[in-house]
Structures are given as structure tokens and as C-alpha cells.
């Protein structure tokens, strides 16, 4: 198993520019999440999605979209970048909800927006 | 939500014991103690999650306390692998099936040699 992989690993957008950040799992794992890290910062949550064709929003969305079409993937758009959405941005997949809940992390995008 | 509170940063040296305190003074009853790591620039890593007991893996032991107001996650053999950021995360669950993980600022563990 690949686990979970995202792709770019780095990107630079110019304000205003638009990108989708892909993140995809062959861990069959129902529960999909996107965070974003600030330097110093831990993770904050942006959107999830529990399965194919939901998604809700987490603590910071403004900005962001996400569509669920797969179980496999979880797309990340961004339509309009702003300086304030440089960051690193992880992926996470994790199996349907239990008392037991690993969240398995991707190795991130660095964006640059300029 | 729960909040939890961790020391900044905390050094350990090489093959010695890492003692990591997590407070988690307004954890609910059915709120569960999870830690994960972030070694530099890479994505997160589950260590052990506990709810009331004590719980040992092959990474690590958790140690709850009978309150469940703090907790100590232990490295028994500290390597200068295990130099990261630990995060201390209370699960609370967000509806419709959906459980979040809220990430603090964590401690850095710096592993001396």
C-alpha cells in the first residue's frame, strides 16, 4: 500500500491564481480530512468528509473547496489564492468511525502564494 | 471541546526515560486521550490513544490518571529518532458520524545524546 499521497510537494501560486491539491489513499479508509499548518502552529482543520459524496467543514474553510466523487480521493481546491493561504497543507484518511480512530497523514504541500 | 495543555518544549537524554505531561482538566467521559508526533516537516504520526486505562504499545505508554484530568505519555527508551513535536489531542466527536482531531501547539522533545 501507497498509504496516503499528495501531490504537488511544493508549490508557488501568484495572488488570485487558482489549483487543486490532490490527496488520494488506496487504504479503502472511509474518512478523508484536509489541515493546514502556519509556522508554530499545529494543525487546524479545514474540511472532511466522512464518504464518498460528503464533505463538511471544519475550522477554517473560508477559501477552500473539496468534492468527494471517490472513496480514494479528496481533492483540495483553492479558487482564487490569497497570501494568507501559504502554508503546509496535510491530508488524512482514517477507517469508518470507532472507539479506535488512527489518522493516517500524508507528507504534505507546501504552497506559496505570493 | 476539551482543551489540553503540554509544556512548550522539554529535553530528554538519549536512552533514558521521556515523560511527556498532557493536562486535560474539562475532558468529557467519552472523550478519548490520543498522541501523535510530527518529526520535522513531515505529517503527523499516531503514537496511542487511551480512554481511562493504561495503555502500552510498541511505541510508547500512556498513563491516564484516575480523574482523567492529565495524562503523561512515556518513551521508555528515548532515541534521538523520537526528537519531534508531540501533540496531546482529546477526540470529541463533531456529528453526522464524524470525529475531528484538534491539533494544539505540542511540546518539542529534543533528544540529547
Known amino acids: 500500500n501507497a498509504g496516503v499521497t499528495q501531490t504537488p510537494k511544493f508549490q508557488v501560486l501568484k495572488t488570485g491564481q487558482s489549483m487543486t491539491l490532490q490527496c488520494a489513499q488506496d487504504?479503502?479508509?472511509?474518512?478523508m480530512s484536509w489541515y493546514r499548518q502556519d509556522p508554530g502552529m499545529g494543525l487546524r482543520l479545514i474540511h472532511y468528509?466522512?464518504?464518498?459524496?460528503?464533505?463538511d467543514q471544519g475550522e477554517v474553510p473560508n477559501g477552500y473547496n473539496v468534492s468527494r466523487s471517490t472513496t480514494e480521493d479528496f481533492p483540495l481546491r483553492l479558487l482564487s489564492a490569497a497570501p494568507s493561504q501559504t502554508s503546509v497543507y496535510f491530508c488524512?484518511?482514517?477507517?469508518?468511525?470507532?472507539?479506535?480512530?488512527?489518522?493516517?497523514f500524508g507528507p504534505g504541500t507546501r504552497l506559496t502564494v505570493l | 471541546d476539551a482543551k489540553t495543555t503540554q509544556p512548550t518544549s522539554m529535553d530528554c537524554a538519549e536512552g533514558r526515560a521521556a515523560n511527556l505531561p498532557c493536562n486535560h482538566s474539562t475532558i468529557s467521559g467519552n472523550e478519548y486521550v490520543y498522541w501523535y508526533r510530527q518529526i520535522h516537516s513531515q505529517g503527523p504520526q499516531y503514537i496511542i490513544h487511551?480512554?481511562?486505562n493504561n495503555e502500552t504499545n510498541e511505541m510508547a505508554s500512556l498513563i491516564i490518571t484516575e480523574d482523567r484530568k492529565s495524562s503523561t505519555l512515556i518513551l521508555p527508551h528515548a532515541t534521538l529518532r523520537d526528537t519531534a513535536v508531540y501533540y496531546c489531542i482529546v477526540r470529541r466527536y463533531s456529528g453526522a458520524g464524524s470525529y475531528q482531531l484538534t491539533f494544539g501547539k505540542g511540546t518539542k522533545l529534543s533528544v540529547i545524546p
Open positions: 487511551g480512554l481511562k
Open positions: 487504504m479503502n479508509h472511509e474518512y
Open positions: 488524512a484518511s482514517s477507517p469508518q468511525e470507532s472507539s479506535y480512530n488512527e489518522q493516517f
Open positions: 468528509s466522512v464518504g464518498a459524496g460528503i464533505t
